[in-house]
């Protein structure tokens, strides 16, 4: 295929700057979405005794409900409850108060502001939503998000005419500029459909408030508040009848939502969670919500009414409308929720080369503007080489420095959920500023060195902290069979090798390539 060469210019100058402009932003959301993957083996992780608990019964997720709802009369307004199951042995229920604050309880502890071991999870998940930025983070991801399918169109565009004859071509040697270019290309075009995929359901779920209110007065007719709850949620909204009757058993809840899924067509219905709106009262409702493995979107909810029993909606696999069937396939898609544990792995290592590519897209543009015939380099290049060493190699020491204050904060005996999140934030905060503060103070390749062995030793004593705090030590866990701990352990001793050895190859760059270079160690 022939594409002019002003035409692929113009797609390479564009190409060349969307990935500037977005690819940090990008590192971030895909190094922490390959690890949020394993969302809620990081909560059984981060707290010790989790791992080892006898899952609870749902008498005892009854229990949990009546005392929240007797000692928090506020609660009674709209309540949600995680079941006790595979993904928690504890049941789990949360509420928000009148000042709008959310709080979190289990038969075990004492109502917090935090999940029981989710201060680790929720801050990666909310680096990879929004970059750690409050309110407006999530907005900005979402115009990255664009940005990025930009960059994917232009970078097809760009590959076309040699897309088969460049696409396994991997030539390591003296060239690291081509090396670094077919990493980058043959990482890119393999994983293209699925970067695709990302772009799109990034994009949708980060702006999917801003799509509706663009389209409120077409649409919704100005009412876009009213019409928000039947677009996203399966219970209608009803209005309190004043009346005080008693609610039915949470068994039965259980029982009759499963029995309405297997009615209608569903496979296996597994409750997972369930929201219950104004308990007590004879218009009380409850959406109960559980998996139907195998399908695309497989959480899908029953609706009923929380006295009578009566079935209100259902939006089951198979059997939604538009709005609910776009939203699941899409939250699936970009999370891997479809499949099994090969798919979570896939999208681990999936997350892991999306980071490669915007790191290695940052090199490119450096290698790109290297003056060759002399030592002094332009103040761009080297300006971008410490923007990248501090942005995306700070921002690895920073998640494994979360790791490890996750562990230490347990060591030392802090058990309250609010108090571990704020020391696990601050960690991973102050690591990453202090590593970007670094970057630019010291010559890139310096810097460069410098914090991927800090990086490789932070990762290393992830697994020391963790045995140290839990007793699960990598052998122990594997005896036991508890698989996640020992494959998160076993994860961070294996970036640990990689930073090991990209820092011994960025040693001998700096030692052994051209000098002309920001990444050339110049003696005085």
Known sequence: M?????????????????????????????????????????????????????????????????????????????????????????????????????????????????PPGGGLSELINRLHFSLGIPLAGTYLMGIVSLLYGLALISGVVIHLPRLLPDLFALRPGRNLKRFWQDAHNVIGVLGLPMHIMFAVTGAMLCLLMIAAMALNPLIYDGKLMQAMPAALDTAPVVQPAGTRVEDQRLRGWLQRATDTALEQGVASFEPAYMKLANAGDANATIEITGASPGTLGPLGAVALNAHSGQVLATQLPGRRDANHATLAAAYALHFGEYGNRWVAWLYFLLGLGGAFLFYSGNLL????????????????????????????????????????????????????????????????????????????????????????????????????????????????????????????????????????????????????????????????
């Open 365 to 524: 543009w450096v290698e790109s503007r290297r003056k060759r015939r002399q030592p002094a380099q332009s103040r761009a290049s080297l300006n971008m080489a410490r923007a990248t060493v501090g942005v995306c190699i700070g921002f690895c020491v920073a998640v494994s420095a979360a790791f490890l204050a996750s562990q230490l904060a347990w060591l030392v005996g802090i058990r309250d959920d609010a108090v571990s999140s704020r020391v696990i934030e601050w960690a991973c905060f102050t690591s990453w500023a202090g590593c970007a503060a670094w970057a630019a103070l010291r010559p890139p390749v310096r810097a460069a060195i410098e914090l991927l062995w800090l990086a490789a030793l932070v990762s290393a004593l992830v697994p020391v902290a963790h045995g140290l705090a839990s007793g699960d030590w990598l052998w122990t866990s594997a005896s036991q069979g508890h698989w996640a701990l020992f494959c998160i352990d076993a994860g961070a001793l294996a970036l640990a090798a990689g930073f090991v050895a990209l820092a011994r190859a960025s040693t001998r760059r700096a030692r052994d390539g051209d000098p002309n270079s920001v990444w050339a160690q110049r003696l005085p």
């Open 2 to 114: 022939k594409i002019k060469s002003a035409t692929l210019r113009t797609f390479t100058t564009l190409h060349t700057w969307v990935g500037l402009v977005a690819g940090f932003a990008l590192f971030v959301a895909f190094y922490a979405g390959a690890i949020t993957v394993f969302h809620h083996d990081l909560m059984l992780w981060q707290s010790p005794p989790a791992a080892t608990m006898a899952v609870e019964s749902i008498d005892d997720a009854q229990r949990l409900l009546d005392d929240t709802l007797r000692e928090h009369p506020e609660a009674r307004a709209h309540v949600g409850m995680l079941f006790p199951g595979a993904e928690s042995p504890q049941a789990l229920i949360y509420w928000q108060d009148t000042a709008g604050s959310w709080w979190y309880d289990t038969n075990t502890g004492a109502p917090s502001e935090t």
